[in-house]
């Protein structure tokens, strides 16, 4: 066999750097499929949602353990169901990751930020809706905003998913809301995938699918360490167990994480940030096909094994001449140029694997690319567990776990991460195994990455010390630096940290809304979390984007089921604010349910300041139908509706002007104020209220002389109304009269009823008045046929003008009683109330006694203009003594200037008698 037929059995194709590119330019455009075997039982394949630790993977069991007693609650227990939720496959391609430098930013400037980032893409596989999103996404890529119109579903969806749960399975609903967001992550990133890139409107999509991507992080976070909390406060440090004094670091390390709730919840932080990971690590960037599939540094093998065959080897540039794992670092030699490019994309994504909770899949990876040597490193982690110690004697031998030199292989480790000589995602990965905490934060990029990275070695750092307390054996000498063992690390701490890093993408992030939600949530600081709810109010209370307004919400409804206290006041003001945004985007079928969980009175007062703005009959119906559904005080409600609007003047109640002259014109004001009863009359059984809130807008229009505004206001009113109001009282089974509030009410509106059929008779008698037919005129000297027409003209004339003079003496008779009904009103006198056993309102009082002040005055006056033109002088006189009488006292509501235009009018009237040949007050003169 020739020399190059040997060198090619022994080598792969040699790759020249073109080559290389475009064969990498085509691998990575390949999907690097991470596949589970059933027969390896990995933590790769667990559920999204079901939020298993996987870090170190040897804690899994004791972090959550399986079946754990509960103590007697039958109404809180079944809050902690651990029913587990279908495995939803999401594969994402890093948005959140690329995204998460956006800090808090209002919708004005989102679009902007978004613009300038890559745009990832989220997908998951359904091939049964596959032509449904097309059609979804085809439909929403024509809207001018698409990221908005496809997730304004989600306003209705998260209320009806919080009507149909109970407190018995909170954590189900918040659960749904998780899937609630990912449902509309999955349609944005298909719709940000297709749009064309650089478009303002995607750019706002961009946004959208961001903040709820972060939203749906949050809701899972939630669930795993509240549903944790609720246990452990239901156990109350029940159901402990001690381990014996030879148990094995496995034991001791279960125990560990039944008792301390700190471990526990610090390890589900890390769940939840891998769990982020590894949704983002199906699309990721650096996918390649690693070339070797079972030798690896394949290209520098090649090249010693050329030079073997070579009868010189001149001046080849030098490298490792042996390929041991250790030999770029002992020889202090390189690789081949190609070798080294692959090492590090493959440590880059084998700590990517890491960071992600994918272990096995990393070890995998390493044995298919030739380096199972590398796969071993990442095995020493595991906890030691012998079963067999106190087994019985003649029992079947079980399989020992874990590594019983664990501490020796964690050292090493730690060394390894320090050497400056390896690669930084090689150091960070054994420091990732090690806890060394310094040489992984290099590679910690963004505020997930940074917060996965304490809590890890957190974690791993109590763990060691429950172990070096437990188990530690006596022959080892050499231990871990005394800053990890002897940590003192505490949730806050983290988080102080955390702000003093000098990563300043860090710094940026740690500001985002939902990473300040995050970061309380994780302490436990409900009170410091509603502090920030506060501030983002005052702040920015106007740009706070919508769903951030609804995610505030359910999370405070959250706490609120499960009785945990929250600041109230913020409570409320969170919710307000919701609401009015509700009610700006027209969600008005939604406000009910969230006004309902409002302190009364305020929920009264906001679900008034909303129906003020409804004016369709029919809204209007269905708007009172959802208060009723959610429970809301609707009698109360639709008075404050009425008040507020009533209360809303445009003018003073002031004295109108005496003189005869137009009455003002109803005005958009009037007309709201007008219709504004319509929402006392939907139920029958607030007549009363119906009757006294008219009354109170009848009078401010009677003083300001809209009696037209007036008549409008009564009729709506329906006519059985007083009927209808004593047939309820009487149907409560009670004889007594009605209440005095009552009572006057019904006699105030039969006095306005009253004034309102005087004004328009005399309306009606003042335009028969002044259309009296016109006596017709001769010419002089007229023709014989102008003699003859005349004649027919009179004769016409005299009829016309007997039947409009016995039209205007009824007119005449009707308009007289009905002023004389007002001027002489029963009981008292018009606008007088009768019981005064009645809660005292002053305003109401106020406003009648004016009332008679402005009213009776100008109607005594029409009253003489009718009498005195129509020839009554006699009568005329006769209102003096109707004046000054005791009995009714109408003189007092007569000012001075009145009383002398009164004198003036009736000395008109007597001069009349006194032309006629009559005394001065129409009697004959006796001779």
Request: a negative charge; glycine letters at 4%.
């Amino acid at each position: 066999m020739d020399r190059s037929g040997f060198g090619e059995m022994l080598s792969p194709v040699i790759r020249e750097p073109e080559v290389t590119r475009t064969a990498r330019k085509q691998s990575a455009q390949k999907r690097v499929l991470i596949r589970a075997s059933h027969d390896e039982n990995v933590g790769n394949s667990t559920p999204r949602n079901q939020m298993i630790p996987r870090t170190p993977s040897s804690f899994r069991q004791p972090f959550t353990p399986p079946n754990r007693s509960l103590p007697k609650y039958p109404d809180v227990s079944c809050i902690l169901g651990t029913e587990e939720r279908s495995p939803q496959l999401t594969q994402s391609s890093g948005f959140l990751g690329n995204m998460s430098m956006i800090t808090n930013l209002d919708d004005s400037n989102w679009a902007a930020a978004f613009a300038t980032r890559h745009l990832g893409l989220f997908t998951k596989t359904e091939p049964n809706n596959l032509t449904e999103d097309a059609n979804v996404s085809a439909v929403m890529l024509r809207e001018d905003d698409p990221g908005e119109a496809a997730s304004s579903s989600m306003f209705p969806d998260f209320l009806q998913s919080f009507l149909k749960h109970s407190l018995s399975t909170v954590f189900d609903l918040v659960e749904e809301y998780e899937n609630i967001c990912s449902n509309q992550v999955n349609i944005l990133g298909k719709m940000v995938s297709r749009a064309t890139p650089g478009l303002q409107k995607f750019s706002k999509t961009a946004s959208m699918l961001w903040l709820l991507q972060q939203e749906m992080v949050t809701w899972r976070l939630l669930v795993s360490l509240y549903r944790d909390r609720i246990q452990t406060s239901l156990q109350n440090g029940n159901m402990l167990t001690t381990p014996p004094v030879n148990a094995s670091e496995k034991t001791f390390v279960e125990a560990l994480f039944q008792r301390e709730s700190l471990v526990r919840q610090c390890q589900m932080v890390v769940d939840w940030l891998e769990s982020i990971a590894k949704e983002e690590i199906g699309d990721f960037s650096d996918n390649i096909e690693f070339y070797a599939k079972s030798v690896y540094w394949e290209n520098t093998l090649h090249i010693l094994r050329q030079r073997q065959l070579a009868s010189s080897i001149g001046s080849a540039r030098p490298l490792v001449t042996e390929l041991d794992p250790d030999a770029p670092i002992r020889q202090k030699m390189p690789l081949d140029d190609l070798d080294r490019e692959d090492e590090v994309r493959l440590l880059k994504y084998l700590f990517t694997l890491i960071r992600a909770g994918m272990t096995d899949e990393a070890q995998r990876l390493c044995k298919r690319c030739g380096q199972a040597w590398r796969a071993a490193t990442l095995e020493g982690w595991k906890l030691y567990h012998d079963p067999n110690i106190n087994g019985e004697i003649g029992a079947e031998l079980e399989p020992v776990e874990g590594n019983p030199y664990r501490r020796i292989w964690k050292i090493s480790c730690w060394r390894m991460a320090e050497d400056e000589r390896f690669n930084k995602y090689e150091r960070a990965i054994y420091a990732a195994l090690s806890g060394n905490l310094k040489q992984l934060l290099p590679v910690c990029d963004t505020w997930e990455d940074t917060v996965w990275a304490y809590f890890r070695v957190m974690v791993d750092s109590l763990v060691e010390q429950e172990i070096r307390l437990s188990v530690m054996a006596q022959n080892e000498t050499e231990e871990l630096p005394r800053e990890y063992l002897e940590a003192n690390w505490t949730l806050e701490k983290v988080f102080e940290e955390l702000q003093a890093t000098d990563k300043e993408r860090v710094l940026e992030e740690n500001q985002e809304h939902y990473h300040i939600v995050q970061k309380f949530l994780i302490l436990g600081n409900i009170d410091g979390l509603m502090d920030e709810f506060s501030r983002w109010l005052s702040k920015s209370r106007s740009k706070l984007p919508g769903h951030l307004l609804r995610f505030m919400t359910h999370l405070i409804l959250f706490f609120h089921t499960l009785g945990i206290q929250a600041k109230e006041e913020v409570s409320i003001e969170v919710l307000k604010t919701y609401i009015q945004f509700l009610i700006s985007e027209g969600n008005t079928h939604l406000i009910a349910f969230y006004c309902c969980h409002l302190p009364q009175d305020l929920a009264v007062a906001q679900y008034a300041l909303f129906l003020e703005g409804v004016t369709d009959f029919e809204h209007r119906h269905i708007s009172l139908e959802l208060a009723r559904e959610a429970d809301l005080d609707v009698a109360t409600i639709t008075k404050t509706v009425v008040e507020n609007i009533r209360k809303k003047d445009n003018g003073e109640f002031s004295p109108h002007d005496l003189s005869p002259d137009q009455e003002s014109d109803i005005t958009q004001e009037d007309r709201v104020k007008i219709d504004v009863i319509d929402w006392l009359l939907f139920d029958p059984t607030q007549r009363s209220e119906a009757l006294k809130q008219s009354n109170a807008i009848m009078r401010k229009f009677l003083a300001l002389k809209k009696h037209e505004a007036a008549k409008e206001v009564f009729v709506k009113i329906p006519r059985d109304s007083i009927a209808e109001i004593y047939n309820l009282w009487e149907e409560r089974g009670t004889h007594n009269s009605l209440p005095a509030e009552i009572d006057n009410a019904v006699r105030e509106h039969l006095c306005i009823r009253a004034y309102l059929e005087a004004h328009e008779t005399f309306a009606e008698w003042f335009n028969h008045m002044n259309a009296a037919p016109q006596k017709p005129t001769l010419i002089s000297q007229p023709s014989f046929t102008e003699q003859v027409a005349y004649e027919h003209k009179e004769k016409k004339y005299e009829m016309d003008y007997d039947i409009w003079k016995g039209h205007l003496d009824a007119l005449t008779a009707d308009v007289k009683e009905k002023m004389y009904n007002v001027l002489l009103f029963v009981d008292g006198g018009w606008m007088v109330d009768v019981r005064e056993d009645s809660e005292g309102d002053h305003e109401r009082t106020h406003q009648m006694v004016l009332l008679r002040k402005l009213c009776l005055p100008r109607l005594c006056f029409l009253l003489h203009t009718i009498l005195h033109t129509t020839g009554q002088y006699q009568e005329c006189l006769q209102l003096a003594d109707m004046v000054s009488s005791e009995r009714h006292k109408l003189y007092l509501v007569f000012s001075k200037q009145e009383l002398k235009k009164l004198l003036q009018k009736l000395r008109e009237s007597s001069l009349m008698l006194l032309d006629q040949g009559l005394d001065p007050l129409g009697y004959e003169i006796q001779s």
